[in-house]
């Protein structure tokens, strides 16, 4: 073995991973959350999972982060529960259905359940990347 070749694509890798092993890690672990979150999700009419994305992976270094989640105004209500309250019509109604001034829900907490779920997954497709950058060595 050429040590001055070894020395030199360990030196190839470390600069690789320092620029984007922690975003390449973050954004297969988004990826896993999004598949278990598109499965727990509740589905009614589909548009709230027809809305989650993986929206941004960013960082670099040692340190990175994704944003994962649903870009519809009734996501964070159907998670953590809340009231809604009527303001300018006279009673909610989903086209179908009347409910009054106001309607309370108990959140479903489907993130959470899908963070859950996922754990295993995502941890699993990070130490793909890792073991990828590894075999350059």
Request: glycine residues 10%; aromatic residues 8%.
């Amino acid at each position: 073995m050429n040590l001055q070749e070894a020395a030199s694509r360990a030196r190839a890798v470390s600069d690789k991973a320092q620029g984007s092993l922690a975003r390449d890690c973050a954004r297969a672990g988004a990826n896993e959350f999004l598949a278990e979150l598109h499965v727990t999700t509740p589905v009614e009419t589909g548009a709230l999972r027809a809305s989650e994305r993986v929206w941004r992976v960013f960082g670099g270094g040692a340190s990175a982060q994704a944003i994962v989640g649903p870009n519809i105004i009734y996501g964070a209500f159907r998670n953590f529960g809340g009231t809604i309250r009527v303001r300018r019509a006279k009673v909610l109604t989903d086209g179908t259905r009347f409910f009054g001034r106001q309607v309370t829900q108990a959140g479903s907490h489907y993130m959470e359940r899908a963070e859950d779920a996922a754990e295993g997954t995502m941890r699993a497709s990070m130490a793909a990347i890792l073991s990828d950058y590894l075999e350059a060595l």
